[in-house]
């Protein structure tokens, strides 16, 4: 254990600030959505692992090498003082690990409970739409699209939508926001605001913000071009580009210029070797942090 803290606690600096401005700024991500979101999860995960991980085995180092060994000493009734230092360090490890699980169930009620309000209030205002299965109408003049993931989903177009939009140009519409809810895209996005909320000092982690809004909407654009065609998309988001950026699952999703420009010319997929090694890379820095901790 006495190695592997200065290890985890490198590992934990470097993937929240220098990997995290690499990944946001590399071009590759616009190739590969889904395997940049993947590594994105990984980063934050590992991320965490290995910053409170280096506290905690700091702090329990006197009692073995390993957590495994810490804990069977523990049970072994072997538990002796572990020093001042190590005291210290344990203490704000463990305050700072229920510090950043305090603000993300504090982010995670806030947002139920808004979702759950506007929920109720769309099942007063709009009415259910025939013919999309699962969408409500909101008599709205102004084109809008946009769905309020969670349990209970509710996918919204307004009446100028309806009026404005072809049929085609409404099942792209469609497709995207679908997407999101299948996808859970809201999941994706939690952790990296909580992450926001607690360090918003980090560029890194205000980089990645950034970069996994901007994916989440390049992936929904990726599967609604592959439903409805990218013709249709495009012209469906330049007609309601005001709503749509107005209800974005956040305040960082791409703009909408950059969307068009993506799904008007879009960029050769990677080889799939490339995509391959990047979730391997994934899986990777979930497992280090894991097994130098234990």
């Given at each position: 254990m006495h190695g592997a803290w200065p290890i985890l606690l490198a590992l934990g600096i470097a993937l929240a600030e220098p990997v995290s401005r690499w990944l946001a700024a590399a071009s590759w991500t616009e190739r590969?959505?889904?395997?940049?979101?993947?590594?994105?999860?990984?980063?934050?995960?590992?991320?965490?692992?290995?910053?409170?991980g280096a506290g905690v085995t700091f702090g329990l180092a006197p009692l073995g090498d390993g957590l495994l060994a810490a804990g069977d000493?523990?049970?072994?009734?072997?538990?002796?003082?572990?020093?001042?230092?190590?005291?210290?360090?344990?203490?704000?490890?463990?305050?700072?690990?229920?510090?950043?699980?305090?603000?993300?169930?504090?982010?995670?009620?806030?947002?139920?409970?808004?979702?759950?309000?506007h929920r109720d209030l769309l099942d007063v205002l709009a009415t259910p739409w025939p013919s999309a299965s699962g969408a409500h109408v909101l008599d709205h003049p102004v084109p809008v699209a946009y769905c309020l993931p969670g349990p209970r989903s509710r996918l919204v177009v307004s009446a100028g939508a309806v009026t404005?939009?072809?049929?085609?140009?409404?099942?792209?519409?469609?497709?995207?926001?679908?997407?999101h809810l299948r996808e859970r895209h809201d999941l994706v996005v939690l952790p990296f605001?909580?992450?926001?909320?607690?360090?918003?000092?980090?560029?890194?982690?205000?980089?990645?913000?950034?970069?996994?809004?901007?994916?989440?909407e390049m992936r929904a654009d990726d599967v609604a071009a592959g439903e409805a065609g990218s013709a249709e998309l495009a012209g469906a988001l330049r007609s309601v580009a005001g709503g749509a950026e107005a209800a974005?699952?956040?305040?960082?999703?791409?703009?909408?210029?950059?969307?068009?420009?993506?799904?008007e010319s879009p960029p050769e997929p990677r080889p799939r070797p490339a995509r391959f090694a990047v979730r391997c890379a994934a899986v990777a820095l979930v497992v280090v942090p894991t097994l130098l901790l234990l």
């Open positions: 590969d959505p889904v395997g940049a979101l993947i590594l994105w999860q990984a980063i934050g995960l590992a991320g965490g692992l290995s910053l409170l000493a523990i049970f072994d009734g072997q538990l002796r003082d572990l020093g001042l230092v190590h005291d210290v360090v344990l203490a704000v490890t463990l305050l700072v690990a229920a510090w950043l699980l305090g603000v993300l169930a504090l982010i995670t009620t806030r947002t139920v409970r808004a979702r759950r309000k404005t939009l072809a049929q085609s140009e409404l099942d792209a519409v469609l497709a995207h926001e679908r997407a605001v909580a992450w926001g909320a607690t360090a918003r000092w980090v560029p890194g982690i205000r980089a990645a913000q950034h970069a996994v809004a901007r994916l989440i974005a699952l956040t305040r960082f999703s791409a703009s909408m210029g950059e969307r068009l420009l993506r799904i």
